[in-house]
């Protein structure tokens, strides 16, 4: 264990306990995977590694990921594709050790605690009967994850029963009850409807409604505007924003698209190459982002006041291999910094995730001066 | 000569027969009998197999062919005309005895046989007393001449052997008894009971025609014209009770037939059942698991069926004599063959060792042919061996052969074609093996293969027999009625060159054969007769027209529950179903 | 829907008309074309001067063509004489020829052999689905495994080799050897029991072959779906394992699966010729193969209309069951 990713927290709000627990634990590598006592957290994710067997070598797709989340609160989990955010979220629902048929099972070790239960030991039946009621997942392409040979309310009915013992009839009651609460004009006729039948958005409401039918206490959204329209994806967003409040559920945004998390998130989980490269509240990563990828994505963030041209560049080359991770910094050959710390240490010592101001850790050989100089001086002017 | 005129049609009952009957590989016999009371081997040759008279039981036929029809004026299949007689009766019909017994003819529907005029030219019956229809109505002898007299409704009618017309009606001037206003003259009822027939020319055979099924009694207000098949109108000891055409048949008995009146009869099986499948090796398969007690077709089993059968259960086999034979014919149109002594080569020069090894051997394949008149047939001469095929052992004669391509002025041999129908798998390893014999001795065979369905207009066709080139065509071919004018008139006879449909494939055109047959068929008394056929025969195979492979043998299934089994010459070597029962 | 429904019949009823005007074209003209008499076509192999005669005044073949064609629909719907040599043979409607071999009506030797033949292919059916299915879900998710292996080679020779030889072998083995099973067909009306002995091995033999073929479609298909994104949807809702493949997976990879069985009904016929030869069903394969050996032309026909005819309707009631299964085909 080269290295081991802090997990903080900023220090108001019920999670600062967790977070000051964490550090400490932090500062022992090692210990945690032997550490089986339940946390505080609602959801604590400690030292998760999801590393996939294939035929060219071992793809380490989370090598080493902990986080935190207290109910009511949103985290957003941003990065590339590739960069281990869906394999964490899958991971969490427990959906690795299911249906690998002949595949190579992943191997997975850490420790997912959801309310006091550890996930990733517990017993698959016991972990299914958790998926759809206490953790729901939304998912990127609302047409393909829908089942295009049954109707949307068949779909729905199917994922309360199976954690409800009622009968068709309460079920549909129910069913009509969640696409009108997500905004579907004429519930009680579109239940009838075929994924195919709906709008774009429609469908993803309709994903979010099956995904609340169990009054979950996590939810999940993975890229759940992505493949929708630029007007509907504020719908969506706004959605599941009030659903939140109303429900109470902890939510986990993941994307691409900093710009989704900037509305949502109480923090923000950057992730590159599997790993967590800054973590802070969605103020300290969006206002003073610690580490060159950040920045990247932030640069790539759509911007309608500003000319094409005078944005940033955004983040060039393409994600690093999960096969054969660069060494030292996985950043290293594409970030435009790598030369700034003197000597070679980029390319040969990975860098530790530190806490850089109270509650936000960046993953960066950089110094301190050095960040908030070329934040200041070269990044935010452009923004 | 049209008094000569016999059937065109015997051909495609020669094709369906050795179609399935002749199979390559050949039997290996030997083995021990391992038959739980079923009998020896051969015990239905020359000799009742199981002789018995317990009556009751189902008599249980498989084929897979079902009848060209059941209709007795259309059949003309050999096994039918055999199956018939359970349901029909004749004026006279066949002596129900094993082997040659069975070819002396009895009264069978008539107090006895013919009383001919002096002449040759009237043939007089009296009906027998209390003969029967299955309805119980009197069987008159009107019945017996419009049964005849529908083989003159081709046109409806047609497929089987018209012999009795083309000797009444040499020139086919009465239209038929649907057609034609008029009544025959030539066939006279001058009261219930008497029947005559009044022939142009004296006809040697014409009683033995007479016997064939063909010539069964129809009542007029039950002919059911084209549709009589599904449903002949019983005056024997069974009659129909149901039948679907290719798949089943079965008959039970006829109350009114009395056995008193019938001794050719035995019926002894309360029920006939035929069963009609599609596949030989099925076939075969069921009778040796004993779902079936014998063959319907009488073609003799397929090639795994038939040494399943040699092996493990010899005691349920026969292996007799069939009428049949596999032959060679030299179309003399066809150069070299117009000269004889090319023809003679070619005799000479066919080993029929390994043309009976390519048919399956001895058991299977049949004995090696001398002359064109088969054992069955009366006529039949051992001694005549012209060209030392039996002498010889079956091998071939180079020496002479060579001798002969020199008189024929081909001292070094010559190309040509030898025809055979792709349809028999026999008869294409026969015309392999004479392909390659004959390549020892220079003459060089080319094999063309044709379709079996179809030879009446490919190989029956003189001119395109020519056009083709086909030197040598290979065939079989059988008896219709077992006589020398059944067997022989269509195959040597000037008379019977045809343009289409033609069985004289060597275009014999020999006043000394015609007259030598004019007489034999002419001659009443049936010894005299046999020996005058033998004597055109010899000419025949003088001529060397033909080449005569072998004489062809069936490997028969006798289940252990039949009694009363024997091999008939009557019916071309095949059981006289009538005589069959079951234990 | 219903107006879907018209349509399709009517393009049936269209298609089949067609199909008549081939088969008629095929058996009447091209032959009168090619110079052959199709009269002796008619008759049989028998031919001689009068039958042939009595045969062409029957079909009026001197007639012009449309006259015959015009006589051969009629038939079809009112019945039809055939009149010549003094006889006339009534054939009632619907008259689709008349044999002049076995002297039967074509139509009632149809509807008497095509229960056999439609009880052997849908019992076949039924068996190489419930095989073909299970196999190939098993080796789905199973892939790789040396069960994976030995079901796609078994698969593999189900596809090689033909039905006389698996069809004999299962007739020795097990009707002959152990007699587990009845070696010959008895109508369902006379016995069932033993009429389902008899179909054993015929329904197991031709679903052999086919459920081959399902097995390998099956598995290639499930593997497909089960990398669909709605596959992980249902395991998200927690469902169970079974219900996700049992419901989720097989309602996707029953499609592929059903236009294959619409294809096959038309290959099942010459399945079937086989199959009924080998255990000697007399069903359409073994009629129309003895009609082929008398050169039985009319039946022929019969048989091949009848065939065209329930391929026709085989791939209707597919592209209706399409729209049961796969709600996103609209049929409009």
Known sequence: MTDHEHKSHKDTGPTAAAATDLTATGTAPGEVTTDRKPPKAFLEVRDLRVHFPTQDGLVKSVDGLSFTLEKGKTLGIVGESGSGKSVTSLGIMGLHTVGQYGRQRPRLSGEIWLAGQELLGADPDEVRKLRGREVAMIFQDPLSALHPFFTVGHQIVEAYRVHHNVDK??????AVELLDRVGIPEPDKRVDSFPHEFSGGMRQRAMIAMALVNNPELLIADEPTTALDVTV?????DLIRDLQKEFGSAVIII???????????????VMYGGRCVEYGSAEQVFYEPQHPYTWGLLGSMPRIDRDRAERLIPVKGSPPSLINVPSGCAFNPRCPYADVPKGDITRTTRPELREVKPGHLSACHM?????????NEEIAPKL | MTTLRTSRRRLAAVSAVAAATLLATSACGGGNSDNEGGGEYNAGVNKVANASNKKGGTLKFVGVQDADSWDTTRMYYAFALDFARFYSRQLVSYNPKPGKKSLDLQPDLATDTAQISDDGKVYKYTLKDGLKWEDGKPLTAEDVKYGIERQWAQKTLSGGPTYIKDVLDPDGKWKGPYEDKKPFANIKTPDKKTIEFHLPKPNG?????LAMPTNSPVRKDKDTKSKYTLHPFSSGPYKFKSYTPNKSLLLVRNKEWDRSGDPLRKALPDKIQVTLLTNPDERDKRLINGDADLDLNQRGMEVQGRQTALKQHKGNVDNPQSGFISYVAFPQSVKPFNNIHCRKAAIYGTDHKSVQTARGGPTAGGALAHNMLPPVIPGYDKSDDQYGILTNGGKADVAKAKDELKKCGKPNGFSTTLAVRNTDKADVKSAEAIQASLKKVGIKVEIDQFDGAQGPSIVGNPANVEKKNYGMILYGWGPDFPSGQGYGIELWHSSKIRDNGNNNYALIDEPKIDKGLADAIAELDPDKAAQMYAEVNKEVMAGAYYLPLTYLKVVQWRSDRLTNVYAADSYSGWYDFASLGVK | MLTYLIRRLFAVAVMLVVIILAVFCIFFLIPKWAGIDPATMFVGKQADKAS????????????????QLFEFFKGIFVGRDYTGGGTTTHCAAPCFG?????EQAIWPVLTDRLPVTLSLALGA????????????VLSALKRGSLWDRLAMTGALAGVSLPIYFTGLLALAVFAYQLDLVSNTFTPFGENPAKWFSGMILPWITLAFLFGAMYARLTRATMLEVMGEDYIRTARAKGLREPVVIGKHAMRSTMTPVLTLLGVDIGALMGSAILTETTFSIPGLGQAVLKAINDRDLPLILGVTLITATSVVIANLVVDLLYGVIDPRVRLG
């Open chain 1, 169 to 174: 009839r309460t079920a549909r009651t129910r």
């Open chain 3, 52 to 67: 042939i005669e009595g045969v062409r005044e029957k079909l009026q073949l001197d007639e012009p063509v449309l006259v």
């Open chain 2, 205 to 209: 055979d014409f009683e033995q025609m």
């Open chain 3, 98 to 102: 008349y044999s002049f071999r076995t």
């Open chain 1, 255 to 269: 994307t691409h698209d900093l710009g989704v998390v900037a509305e949502l998130s109480d923090d923000i989980l």
């Open chain 3, 125 to 136: 059916a039924v068996v190489w689905l419930f095989i073909g299915l299970t196999v190939g």
């Open chain 1, 367 to 375: 110094a301190q001066e050095d960040r908030e100089r070329i934040w």
């Open chain 1, 233 to 237: 994806q504020a719908q969506i967003l």
